[in-house]
């Protein structure tokens, strides 16, 4: 199983991002996938779920209004698409998939809101 991150970068408040995860080594559709965020000195903190046909999502409250989740199963990829952004978004965010009762995670990509 593998999971690559990308999209994340500096960006004043306000401004977007677009987040992607690869995945592989798996059967992607099977599998309802998530992204955490952890910002420094905090817990590990989920953002964003999508089922297996992207028809059931949920989002932090936090997040709620600003960001948006997505899959495209044909390309085994789930995004994150982030609206205005805020300082406090700022993190390493994650992708993760929970494969029976192993957990994966990918390496994560950082996300900087800032003037």
């Known amino acids: 199983v593998q999971l690559v991150e990308s999209g994340g970068g500096l960006v004043q408040p306000g401004g977007s991002l677009r987040l992607s995860c690869a995945a592989s080594g798996f059967t992607f559709s099977s599998y309802v996938t998530s992204w955490y965020r952890q910002a420094p000195g905090k817990e590990r903190e989920l953002v964003a779920s999508?089922?297996?046909?992207?028809?059931?999502?949920n989002y932090a409250d936090s997040v709620k209004g600003r960001f948006t989740i997505s899959r495209d199963n044909a390309k085994a990829t789930v995004y994150l698409q982030m609206n205005g952004l805020k300082p406090e978004d700022t993190a390493v965010y994650y992708c993760?998939?929970?494969?029976?009762?192993?957990?994966?995670w990918g390496q994560g990509t950082q996300v900087t809101v800032s003037s």
């Open positions: 999508i089922s297996r046909a992207g028809n059931n999502i």
């Open positions: 993760n998939v929970r494969i029976g009762i192993a957990i994966f």
